[in-house]
């Protein structure tokens, strides 16, 4: 089974307006971290949010934020007044473990978001 | 700006040959990752060095090798390059994240394109 499941092709949004980017992930650890990377055309991957498995309050980061549903295995990216320079490929990631000498990150595939003028 | 550099930037080599991309982690940081980016298969976890000493392993095939130095930036060597080895190569370097675990910080990035 896939950890990581981002089945969003593509998303469309109008600038100023929310946008929900879905992430599922699977496992079976009591600790583990998920992290939202955003990669524009240029490139490089962006570190936008993380919400520990074990925090009891959804990760709020300017503009991001992540609905965590810990029962549904759930972790999606809320984007609130969207930009046009929000236009990328958004990445859900997952760290099973407490990190340290286990930190690896597993990746989902990605969604593209589109935003419109 | 991340504030972890990769070079080069771009890379252009032949099938069977071998290169080397260097990676500078950001100050401070202990840790190192190595990630590959292709169509097919998506980003994936190579492997990982914290001071100096191999941590984890991933997907990394045997003709690839990577290290860490003592002032801590790191090296991947890939060699008998094929036509499937083009990707773009990420370095990542981390910091303690509140309550345990690591974020990751990216770099810019290597785009490898073997002809």
């Known amino acids: 089974a896939q950890k990581i499941t981002q089945t969003q092709p593509g998303m469309f949004v109008q600038e100023k307006e929310a946008v929900t980017l879905d992430c599922t992930y699977d496992?079976?650890?009591?600790?583990?971290?998920l992290f939202w990377y955003k990669q524009p055309s240029s490139g490089e991957m962006i570190f936008l949010i993380y919400?520990?498995?074990?925090?009891?309050q959804n990760a709020t980061e300017g503009r991001y934020s992540l609905n965590f549903q810990k029962a549904r295995k759930s972790a999606n990216l809320v984007i609130s007044a969207s930009q046009l320079g929000d236009s990328a490929m958004y990445f859900c990631a997952m760290r099973e473990g407490r990190g340290g000498a286990n930190s690896k990150l597993t990746f989902g595939k990605g969604i593209t978001l589109s935003v419109r003028p | 700006d991340s504030g972890v550099t990769q070079t080069p930037k771009h890379l252009i080599t032949a099938t069977g040959q071998r290169v080397t991309l260097r990676c500078s982690p950001r100050s401070g940081d202990l840790s190192v990752y190595w990630y590959q980016q292709s169509l097919d298969q998506g980003l994936q976890f190579l492997i990982q060095y914290y001071n100096g000493e191999e941590r984890a392993k991933g997907n990394i095939l045997e003709r690839f090798s990577a290290q860490q130095f003592p002032d801590l930036h790191s090296e991947l060597n890939l060699s008998s390059l094929e036509l499937g080895d083009s990707a773009l190569y990420f370095c990542?370097?981390?910091?303690?994240?509140?309550?345990?675990?690591?974020?990751?910080?990216f770099g810019p990035g290597t785009r490898l394109t073997v002809l």
């Open positions: 496992t079976s650890d009591q600790s583990y971290g």
């Open positions: 990542a370097s981390s910091v303690p994240q509140r309550g345990g675990g690591d974020t990751q910080y």
């Open positions: 919400q520990g498995s074990y925090d009891e």
